[in-house]
């Protein structure tokens, strides 16, 4: 890379910066002024008076650079200035490509009987750069150093720049001062060497020196150097896999002297610097059997960057795991360290866990946010219900427990975080019958207490979920892993809050539990979240069975189907009518059909597998008419439609047998009508008087039975 750096004569200032924006300026002990002789300042030497030049009065004369003049041959024209840049901010292993000096004009060359006179630089080797002596005014071999600018392109009112030729670069001196002389063709090719020389403020063309305008025109050079980045590292090697998804790596430094790190890429992706002082790292949270690629490239103290990439493939070994135990991570609250720093450490491990959250608090400082709950949810994160308010649920009525957990449900459910909305961590472990009730009532899945004990189903509840150790500020790493390799063939579950390093109780530092979780890769355990383990010992038989079931009908025969969750194995079903009530078990098959008799019915099913049972009953489910047709209803309570119908049931009954009691006693009356007509005598007319009587009653029968069925008919509909 190609920079420059910019020296003037001011004081001593070293800012390197890209090109055009970098400056070295004099040292504030020469003032900006070169004396022309030992420890004399020059200001004290240029004030006498001398000619008048174009475009500046003699007094105006500058420091930055010293003249002097001939007193031999044609001493009007032979002068000479000395100036001097500090250069040793020009580092020795750069290559300069090029110099400009930039002189700002004030006065040139008038004299046109000298012909096409020219403003140049020379070599100029002082004995001392920063305080000039008069014998050294000779000491030039005339070579030019830079391009001549003409007389007539030289410019008073502005800046005149002299680019170096391949000598003029040759003489930056890198290790302390660069000095040149300001000379004129005139006095370069005109005179000897051997003149006497005395201080004068006439060079012919006249530059702006520190002192002149305020300072506002300094003169100084552009140092343009080829920047040379380190070079690369050496010897990159595997070096050890430490596990199947860790491996150290080494490598061999460069031997430069502004070597100062080492960059870092992960399969393309760029991840760390590593400082001059180390030469190896470990990857770690790889999979067994992967392949990847770590590219290297060095840097300086200055920012240059080698820009070839040093490589090394590698394919981790295949890796075993362990099957038992499982660990299970859980973090209680949303505290935002979870995020901010348990998140990333177990991520690079390819660790999942579960984040139980106060829903309410989502929106607080100091927790995680529904941003940074997606983000891990998406990652393989179970974000799972603490409560909406993270009150104790054994204060609470069943109807407020209830409010508490369904609240927090309906919350991480609507956020999308439906795969975990339904485990639930009781606040400080308190649980009491009501609470495990309220639970189930609101659909939670699992519960989780904290007392310490085994995750073996059936040996728990899923409504009294244990942990092994709930970690606390003072407890040392190897505690919380001696508890991993105390267990066997099970889940061991650890709970922790917050992982900083404040002095909480229930906090752990960061170092502790990234030794924790290196500690979880390197030995091969695999964690495992609540959804995870509830599906896998579901699919196991490991969860007791959620008792469902639908049914249909076809006259009195109704058929059964089970819809019960989390495999059972055994299923009972059982009945009760409520005209004879009391349960009777009809059937043990998975979906049998049965055939009722007249009547209402509320059915039962237990389903049952090796963890447990669990049961299901519908209310006046089902409902058989007289004339042998069954229907079935929805879940209990009974709906409209189910309570009109069985309200209709109920008084058609109680009307045929009103029908028969007004028949009974029409007909007998009828009959004494009859007996008395035949004994007395029936004229004619009498006949259709009798006829009509009964035809009246048997109308009125009629009505008697239909109307109030009508009547429950409006009402359902």
């Excluded at 006498?48 to 475009?55: P, W």
């Excluded at 998406?378 to 603490?386: K, L, M, Q, V, Y």
Aim: aromatic share 12%; proline share 3%.
């Amino acid at each position: 890379m190609t920079r420059n750096v910019i020296i003037s004569v001011l004081c001593l200032l070293v800012i390197v910066v890209p090109v055009n924006a970098a400056f070295v300026t004099i040292n504030a002990s020469y003032d900006g002024v070169l004396g022309a002789t030992a420890n004399t300042p020059f200001l004290t030497e240029r004030n006498a008076v001398g000619d008048t030049f174009t475009g500046s009065p003699a007094e105006n004369l500058w420091g930055g650079y010293t003249v002097l003049r001939s007193t031999l041959n044609n001493t009007d024209y032979h002068y000479r200035g000395g100036i001097t840049f500090p250069t040793a901010s020009v580092r020795d292993e750069v290559t300069i490509t090029g110099v400009t000096l930039n002189l700002h004009g004030k006065s040139k060359f008038f004299n046109a009987t000298l012909g096409d006179v020219t403003a140049e630089v020379i070599d100029f080797t002082p004995e001392n750069s920063g305080l000039y002596n008069f014998t050294n005014y000779s000491s030039t071999t005339f070579t030019p150093l830079a391009a001549n600018i003409t007389n007539a392109s030289f410019t008073t009112t502005g800046w005149n720049t002299f680019t170096f030729n391949a000598d003029g670069i040759a003489k930056i001196n890198k290790t302390g001062n660069s000095t040149f002389m300001l000379d004129h063709s005139a006095s370069v090719y005109s005179y000897n060497l051997t003149d006497v020389w005395v201080p004068s403020e006439d060079l012919g063309y006249n530059y702006e020196s520190i002192s002149y305008s305020g300072g506002l025109h300094i003169p100084y050079i552009i140092v343009t150097y080829a920047e040379e980045a380190p070079a690369s590292v050496t010897g990159l090697s595997n070096g050890t896999f430490t596990t199947c998804n860790s491996v150290s790596i080494n490598w061999t430094n460069p031997a430069d002297a502004d070597f100062n790190h080492t960059l870092i890429w992960k399969d393309g992706v760029a991840d760390t610097s590593i400082s001059n002082t180390s030469h190896s790292l470990t990857w770690s949270g790889l999979e067994g059997n992967s392949s990847h690629i770590l590219s290297t490239k060095t840097g300086d103290i200055y920012g240059e960057q080698n820009a070839t990439f040093v490589n090394i493939s590698f394919t981790t070994p295949t890796c075993t795991l362990k099957t038992w135990p499982r660990v299970m991570i859980d973090f209680d609250d949303g505290n935002l360290s979870v995020y901010s720093t348990a998140y990333p450490i177990l991520s690079q491990y390819g660790f999942t866990a579960n984040a139980y959250m106060i829903t309410n608090k989502a929106a607080s400082a100091g927790y995680i946010s529904i941003t940074n709950m997606t983000t891990m949810y998406n990652n393989g994160w179970d974000i799972a219900s603490h409560g909406y308010s993270h009150t104790d649920l054994t204060t609470l009525t069943p109807a407020e427990q209830e409010a508490e957990i369904s609240d927090a449900q309906e919350n991480l459910t609507a956020w999308g975080f439906t795969r975990s909305a339904n485990h639930l961590a009781y606040r400080g472990g308190a649980y009491n019958a009501d609470a495990i009730q309220s639970a189930k009532n609101v659909g939670v899945l699992t519960a989780r207490a904290t007392y310490s004990g085994t995750t073996i189903l059936p040996n728990i509840t899923l409504y009294e979920m244990p942990i092994e150790d709930a970690v606390t500020n003072a407890k040392p790493v190897a505690t919380v892993t001696g508890l991993v390799t105390g267990t066997t063939n099970q889940t061991i579950r650890i709970l922790f809050h917050s992982i900083n390093a404040d002095t909480a109780t229930y906090s752990w530092s960061e170092a502790k539990f990234s030794e924790f979780a290196k500690w979880l890769s390197d030995n091969g355990y695999q964690t495992i979240t609540i959804s995870e383990w509830y599906a896998l010992n579901a699919a196991a038989g490991g969860v007791e069975p959620v008792a469902s079931f639908t049914a249909t009908s076809s006259g009195a025969t109704v058929t059964f189907t089970d819809q019960s969750t989390n495999t059972p194995t055994s299923w009972t079903w059982q009945y009760n009518q409520h005209e004879a009530p009391g349960w009777v078990q009809f059937s043990t098959s998975q979906n049998p059909s049965y055939n009722f008799v007249e009547g209402t019915y509320d059915i039962n099913l237990t389903a049952t597998n090796a963890a447990g049972s669990d049961s299901e009953v519908k209310t006046s489910f089902i409902v058989v008419s007289s004339g042998g047709e069954s229907e079935t209803f929805p879940d209990a309570p009974a709906t409209e439609y189910q309570e009109a119908h069985a309200r209709y049931a109920t008084s058609n009954d109680g009307l045929i047998t009103a029908m028969i009691l007004v028949f009974l006693v029409a007909a007998i009356v009828g009959v004494a009508i009859a007996i008395k007509c035949i004994r007395e005598g029936v004229s004619d007319a009498t006949i259709p008087l009798i006829v009509g009587y009964f035809i009246g009653v048997f109308i009125l029968v009629i009505l008697f039975a239909t109307i109030p069925a009508f009547a429950h008919i409006g009402e359902v509909i």
